[in-house]
């Protein structure tokens, strides 16, 4: 009823009363007097609602309301007798309708309504939910391009001004520190009784601060209601209303009116100069006779100021709503009152120790660096007055008209350039402190959970029964049966090939049990030292028995104590029940399911390291795709050097399970390659490799290890014996392979086959397979689906089907040899909703679809590069125990919501990309979110976290699914946790393996993703919410826990161009470096800290927790080299995606293809991946220093200020071609060529062509580099909005303007020089477009510019050439960048205008007659402005750099025995002479398959020798043991379902 007779927003709302809401959820939360049948039939309604609704699923607040309105119609509050529910399904749907018409949030279109709206998204329809309204409409407006800057700085205003506080008090104790030059650091009172600068500050520093909250909360106030303007008079959180309206409008009148009374009462005074030595005589300030006086108003507004921010910034509880309605179930779940306030006083603890040290470090090192950097001192510019207190100094601003020229505005602007450099380091050393808090407070907390050396495999391990350390552990954790729960663990490292045969029994001999689980006589156990073990079967050991610690402790604060009779898994007294049911979904689009035959055996053939075409044609297509590999290596034989002890390991058992003649692993690879194998070998050898790659294989394989777990358990086996017809552990576990394109024109036929194999060698296992049935799925699943339909009953098809889009789950039936369909749900609209790059996101909606058919009561998503150890297998049901305590009767008092551990990334073993990217992410999987889950700010980052089923079903789902700023979207799902007051733990005793990218591009790509998906998140309404509400210093732990990662590295970034051209200003000025020589120090120790500092120091306190010291060094300063250069390149590719999120408003998935280590990277393809991200900047970067080099030259300064700089220019040219696996001459000459065709190419040159070059430069696969940059400017002026672009000509104006203040008259005579050469390339270029294209014009017009001295006498006389050109060669670089900044800011120019007329019509389609005129009006100036011609200047030279170093790469491989190689791969592969593949080259020479030293520790024979050897051992651990070889075998057999089958 609010709003009525408003105009606007403010018209009359229809819906229902808020009165009948508050007693409907009275009604529903009391449940009383209602039937249990009354309430099932009510959840069903839900759980149909949820079915039907499709992706509105993902809007609970909507579902609610639609709840309400279908129970209040049936009658059923009321009556309890009996009731209809009847579901409006378009009025269920609403929303989708128009998501898929136009979801595009940024444009305005015609619906099929008939209004003009902006593109909804899933929030707009979970908001109409809350706001009451009877149909689904927009409800808030995304920023885009600069407007997301200013959405950024509003809503993390609060930490923002937190730190500048910080800074401010740093400046009051720094003025009497006597860190600085004497007249501003000495003699300036003490902290309690200031005197001269400090009483100055306190004044000025308000009224600083009084105009930063004015202008701040207006803008916000207008900022607000434009954003919200679709909900104004609507109540749902984060909406403005009358009390949001009132705080902030008495924060901008407390403010003005406290700015007003300081400034009116304001008492400042210059300090003397002789005040720098002494304070007697004229140095005693007389307002300290009257302190209070003085300063009474100040103080009394700081005072205001802390009361009115602590106030405005005090938590909202809920931030958005309450997960769990009552708070009797709150406090029960240990989320009560008192528990949050203790949790809250802890973290703040924390901020404000912080906080301090940042102090700490700005007192003495940030603002030391900026001494004697100010206005009057410096420049003689004293436009401040009294204001600042110091001493009036002459300058290059003194006297009259002094302040317009040249000098005086360069000296301003330097030192405007140097505070805004000490800005921006206040605003990092908060990051860095961070990272410092987070290395020493999540290492104690590692202490506490007892984590010490957890991995660490120099400690033994004693099952030995009675005495036995570690049997005592395993014993209590999993009952009297862990001997045989010890028998799988080892017997499945063994099946995977991670230990031998003999070092099977060995392990189990050492438990006092044989191969057949037999139990040995007295005294055959033995102690096992796991360091003479491979190291993969060591650390995963070495971490199972360090947990059992945590198994068997109680955790009071968690409600869990531990009883080993009823809650160990082979205890007395355990019950099959107190097992929670568990489904792992396994979303897939199209990736690799199983290796296929012809990807292993390729990627040797020459060609393979070229660009490939869409067939795989050799030199046939479009040459686009990546190549398939190194050109002399296979791809399995690349996987066997890095893996070659588990490559022996299989050889002996495909020998040992009478599959080969021997066991010679050099014999089985050839026999591979040459396709002379069984077909039952070939398979093992296939899913051998597919678990030492990303595969889906992999993680299917993973996630079934915890069914075959459960299914060991004595008691498990003896209740699913009553249900003959269940598969073993089916009705505790269920794993959906969750495939998006299975059956599909759009996936693989090689995926589908590989499918089907999965789903067959596991049909025993609890394994289901859920596919989207579409338009493009064959017609044998139609079939299928009908038959199954029709078998239901009640279905029938008569010409069209009643459906066109359907969720199919279905199993492998043993009995037909096929797929067995089970439940089939219709839907109306397809996975992914909207069109181009503004549909929804795939893998949430995938997601979603495997969750509608998900039973467990708890939910896990696994990407498909994940896998699990059996021993984490067995850890799981205690784990799942945090969810809700096993004496915990009430459903409602879940502790947490989400529950997320450890991570291993398996890829760290795959060269040394893969190591620096696992190394990160292993740091941020486990010592960064246990701190971050002990500051009560833990987000969910993505898989495999657990999650509570109901939950998941009812709040949302596991992920967002919205366009564009949705997609990151698994951290949205611990928004969702943290805004409804839920939890998300974090624990280390279970830990899973995760695949990260291993390739230098892949890796790239994949930075690339989660930092535009960071600024996506920034602009979310999730984030809006939380940065309001969530309170003061619980800001900053959400900043943190978000995105300050990633704009820290913008900041860091950003400096590196502040710091270049603050020294270009002050030699301009002819101030040289003086002043700021305190800035170079400060740069370097700023860019290194950001280097190594935050990337290994957390790094390296857990790895001395978990390693300890020695392995930590080991690998800390092994790769630290690497580790540097490759986070230089990242941290720019962060920054630069960051950028490009910002102005485009665009998220674009990027797909990696996650390929192995080894893949070529093409010239080609590394310059159309980095040719904005980091070779146009650097560039600048170059074209920057040069310019200082020649002003400094020109003013006699020789100094080292730019070496670190032109570090950065160097790291982001030439680490593609670092990191570049095996270099080689041919492979350098390949390149070249192909590169050079790349530049030189002709393709999308003619108009004709330019659909295909837009819709090529959307999918990245552009042809050649006109084609490249011709689809970027298209693509950045056809989808930019008019609005930002024109703010962007405004800033590119104001920056000329100010070029042209500050450029010397005299450097911009210069530039008349080149607008004559520009006229005469116009004339060349018109004979470009005349004759055809013809690339002999286009070289001309670019040739001219390098000619100026041709044409600079006859405009400039002798001046261009006197006294010498050396001497003129600073006047001519600068105004060469000059002209070229003019030179873009008319290009700009004219197509804004071009803009303005052609595309008023954002809707129009690329076709139309305006979007194709404004097409062809950017094509034009592409060439007549010389983008393309500075494309191709710089394509050229990055070709002479990647000449250079690949050259260099080549002479040092074979100089120095492919050390390069050792480096970037392993030294395995670095054994081989260099351009001879691998396994099958002369193995009998260096190869580790001929050293067994290197796997089993013994001499180095030759390979006959260590199968021989191996058979040796072997026999004589089963003599001892009283094994025999058939006994081996049998065991071998049996516990793999099938002869032969091994996994």
Not at 768 to 773: G, I
């Amino acid at each position: 009823a609010r709003g009525t007779g408003c105009l606007g927003p403010c018209r009359r709302r229809r819906g229902p009363k808020p009165n009948d809401l508050k007693a409907f959820a009275r009604w529903a939360e009391e449940n009383t007097g209602r039937p249990p049948a009354r309430l099932f039939a009510e959840a069903l309604l839900l759980r149909v609602m949820e079915s039907l609704g499709e992706q509105v699923a993902q809007c609970p607040e909507r579902l609610a309301l639609l709840l309400f309105g279908i129970l209040q119609e049936s009658g059923c509050v009321e009556n309890m007798g009996k009731a209809r529910f009847t579901i409006d399904l378009d009025k269920l749907q609403d929303g989708l309708p128009q998501m898929s018409h136009h979801s595009n949030p940024y444009v305005q279109c015609k619906m099929p309504s008939g209004k003009s709206e902006r593109g909804l998204n899933f929030d707009d329809i979970n908001e109409s939910g809350i706001q009451c309204r009877d149909g689904v409409a927009k409800t808030y407006r995304e920023p885009a391009g600069v407007m997301v800057v200013l959405d950024g700085l509003l809503r993390f205003r609060t930490p923002l001004m937190i730190k500048m506080y910080c800074l401010g008090l740093a400046g009051y104790i720094y003025l009497g520190s006597h860190c600085g030059d004497d007249i501003t650091t000495t003699h300036n009172g003490t902290l309690w009784s200031p005197k001269w600068l400090r009483i100055n500050y306190i004044q000025y520093t308000a009224l600083i601060d009084a105009v930063v909250w004015i202008v701040t909360e207006s803008l916000l106030l207008v900022y607000a209601v434009w954003q919200r303007w679709p909900s104004l008079c609507h109540r749902s959180p984060g909406v403005p209303g009358f009390k949001w309206l009132l705080r902030h409008s008495l924060i901008i009148s407390a403010s003005a009116f406290g700015g007003g009374a300081v400034f009116s009462r304001a008492a400042f005074a210059r300090k003397p100069w002789e005040c720098a030595e002494t304070d007697a005589g004229v140095c005693v300030d007389s307002r300290t006779d009257a302190l209070l006086n003085v300063l009474g108003v100040a103080l009394g507004y700081w005072i205001l100021r802390a009361v009115v921010f602590s106030f405005a910034n005090t938590r909202k509880v809920p931030i958005f709503l309450h997960g769990t309605p009552g708070s009797k179930a709150r406090k029960h779940s240990g989320r009560g009152l008192m528990q949050s306030w203790k949790k809250d006083l802890s973290t703040n603890m924390a901020w404000v120790l912080m906080l301090g040290i940042c102090i700490c470090i700005e007192v003495t090192f940030l603002l030391p660096s900026a001494m004697g950097l100010d206005w009057g001192s410096l420049c003689g510019w004293d436009a401040f007055g009294e204001m600042l207190g110091l001493p009036q100094q002459p300058g290059v601003c003194t006297g009259p008209g002094q302040f317009s020229s040249f000098k005086c505005m360069s000296c301003i602007s330097g030192v405007t350039a140097g505070w805004a450099f000490i800005f921006l380091g206040s605003l990092l050393d908060i990051y860095f402190v961070f990272y410092m808090a987070t290395a020493v407070g999540g290492s104690v907390m590692g202490h506490k959970r007892r984590l010490n050396d957890l991995k660490n495999t120099s400690l033994p391990v004693d099952l030995r029964r009675g005495c036995g350390r570690e049997a005592r552990l395993f014993e209590r954790a999993f009952g009297p049966g862990w001997h045989g729960i010890w028998s799988v663990i080892v017997e499945t490292l063994c099946r995977e090939s991670f230990i031998g045969i003999s070092e099977m029994a060995g392990l189990l001999e050492a438990a006092g049990i044989s191969v057949d689980e037999a139990p040995l006589g007295e005294g055959r156990e033995r102690v096992i030292h796991l360091s003479r073990f491979p190291r993969v079967a060591a650390e995963r050991l070495a971490m199972f028995f360090q947990s059992l610690k945590w198994i068997q402790e109680d955790h009071p604060s968690k409600g869990m104590s531990f009883q080993s009779d009823t809650d160990a898994l082979t205890g007395v007294d355990f019950h099959p029940g107190s097992i929670p049911t568990l489904s792992q979904i396994i979303p897939v689009y199209n990736e690799t399911v199983i290796p296929p035959v012809g990807f292993l055996s390729g990627g040797s053939d020459p060609q393979d390291a070229c660009n490939r075409g869409s067939d795989d044609k050799i030199g046939l297509g479009d040459l686009t795709l990546p190549p398939l590999g190194d050109g002399v290596n296979t791809n399995l034989g690349f996987m066997i050097s890095q893996f070659s002890d588990e490559w022996l390991n299989l050889a002996e058992q495909l020998y040992r399970a009478s599959l080969l003649d021997d066991s010679d692993p050099v014999r089985l690879y050839r026999d591979f390659v040459r396709q002379e194998l069984q077909p039952i070998v070939v398979e093992e050898i296939q899913f051998w490799a597919a678990l030492r790659m990303q595969s889906v294989a992999k993680t299917v394989i993973g996630a079934l290890q915890y069914g075959r777990a459960l299914a060991s358990l004595p008691k498990i086996r003896e209740y699913y014996a009553r249900f003959p017809d269940s598969r073993v552990a089916d009705r505790h576990l269920e794993v959906i392979l969750a495939h998006q394109t299975y059956g599909n024109t759009a996936g693989s036929q090689e995926n589908d086959e590989a499918v089907l194999l999965l789903l067959e060698r596991y049909a025993d296992d609890p394994l289901y397979l859920v596919f989207d049935l579409n338009k493009g799925s064959s017609s044998k699943l139609w079939a299928m689906v009908d038959d199954h339909l029709k078998q239901e009953g009640g279905y029938e098809v008569s010409g069209a089907r009643p459906f066109e889009q359907a969720g199919v789950k279905c199993k492998w039936d043993k009995s037909r040899g096929g797929l067995c369909v089970l439940e089939v749900l219709p839907r109306k609209f397809p996975l992914r909703l909207g069109e181009g790059d503004f549909k929804t996101q795939g893998k949430a909606g995938n997601q979603l679809n495997g969750l509608r058919f998900a039973s467990g009561h708890y939910v896990q998503t696994l990407d498909c590069n994940m896998g699990t150890f059996i021993g984490e297998a067995f850890k799981v049901p205690y784990v799942l125990r945090l969810f809700m305590p096993l004496d915990q009767e009430d459903r409602t008092a879940v502790r947490c919501r989400f529950l997320g551990f450890r991570e291993h990334i398996y890829t760290g073993r795959e060269g040394m990309v893969g190591k620096c990217y696992a190394a990160a992410e292993w740091t941020f999987g486990t010592i960064y979110q246990r701190f971050l889950s002990g500051m009560g700010m833990r987000m969910h980052y993505g898989h495999p976290d657990f999650m509570d089923g109901f939950w998941a079903r009812n709040r949302g789902g596991m992920s967002k699914a919205s366009p564009v700023v949705n997609l990151s979207e698994d951290i949205f799902a611990g928004f969702n946790v943290r805004m409804r007051e839920e939890a998300s733990l974090h624990v280390d005793a279970l830990e899973f393996e995760k695949g990260r990218e291993a390739s230098f591009n892949a890796a790239s790509n994949s930075f690339s993703k989660i930092s535009g998906g960071s600024m996506a998140l920034m602009r979310s309404r999730d984030t809006h919410l939380l940065c309001e509400r969530i309170g003061g210093l619980h800001s900053l732990g959400f900043y943190f826990a978000s995105v300050a990662f990633y704009v820290s590295n913008v900041f860091v970034d950003i400096t590196i161009y502040l710091y270049v051209w603050m020294f270009i200003l002050f030699n301009l000025a002819g101030a040289c470096n003086s002043g700021i020589s305190g800035f170079g120090s400060l740069f370097n120790t700023a860019w290194v800290i950001s280097l190594g500092f935050v990337t290994l120091l957390p790094q390296l306190f857990e790895l001395v927790l978990e390693y300890g010291a020695a392995r930590a060094a080991r690998d800390v300063v092994g790769s630290f080299f690497a580790t540097v250069l490759f986070f230089i390149f990242q941290n720019k590719n962060i920054a630069s995606s960051m950028y490009e999120g910002a102005v485009t408003g665009m998220a674009r998935y990027l797909f990696t293809g996650r390929p192995l280590a080894n893949q070529h990277l093409t010239w080609k393809d590394i310059y159309i991946t980095y040719w904005r991200s980091h070779y146009q900047p650097a560039f600048h970067l170059l074209t920057s220093c040069l310019i200082y080099m020649v002003l400094a030259t020109s003013n006699e300064v020789i100094d080292n200020s730019m070496v670190l700089v032109f570090m950065s220019f160097v790291a982001w040219v030439i680490t593609p071609i670092v990191f570049s696996p095996l270099p080689r001459w041919n492979l350098l000459c390949q390149d070249l060529q192909d590169f050079a065709g790349f530049i030189g190419g002709r393709e999308g040159t003619t108009e004709d062509e330019i659909p295909e070059v837009v819709s090529r430069g959307r999918r990245g696969v552009v042809r050649s580099l006109y084609e490249c940059g011709l689809a970027q400017e298209i693509l950045y002026w056809s989808e930019q909005p008019l609005f930002s672009l024109f703010l962007t000509l405004v800033v590119r104006v104001l920056l000329l303007a100010a070029l042209a203040a500050i450029v010397p008259a005299e450097i911009l005579d210069f530039v008349p020089i080149y607008l004559v050469v520009l006229g005469f390339s116009w004339v060349v270029l018109l004979g470009y477009f005349t004759a055809g294209l013809s690339n002999t014009f286009l070289l001309m017009s670019c040739l001219i510019f390098l000619s100026p001295l041709a044409f600079a006498r006859s405009i400039l006389g002798a001046r261009s050439d006197s006294p010498s050109i050396q001497t003129r060669m600073p006047e001519y670089v600068v105004a060469l960048c000059a002209f070229l900044h003019l030179l873009d800011v008319v290009k700009h120019l004219v197509l804004v205008l071009c803009r303005a007329v052609f595309g008023l019509c954002p809707c129009s389609s690329e076709n139309s007659r305006g979007s194709a005129r404004l097409q062809e009006c950017v094509r034009l100036c592409f060439v007549y402005f010389f983008v393309h011609q500075k494309n191709v200047f710089q394509a050229y030279l990055i070709m002479l750099i990647n000449t250079a170093v690949a050259s260099l790469l080549t002479l040092f491989e074979q100089a120095f025995c492919n050390m390069h190689t050792s480096f970037l791969l392993n030294s395995e592969l670095a054994r081989v002479s260099p351009g001879h593949p691998y396994m099958e080259d002369r193995f009998s020479s260096d190869s580790e398959l001929d050293h067994p030293s290197s796997v089993r520790g013994s001499q180095c024979f030759g390979i006959k020798d260590i199968v021989c050897q191996s058979s040796e051992e072997e026999d004589s651990v089963s003599d001892e043991a009283g094994i025999s070889e058939g006994d081996l075998e049998h065991s071998k057999l049996a516990r793999s379902g099938g002869e032969g089958h091994l996994h």
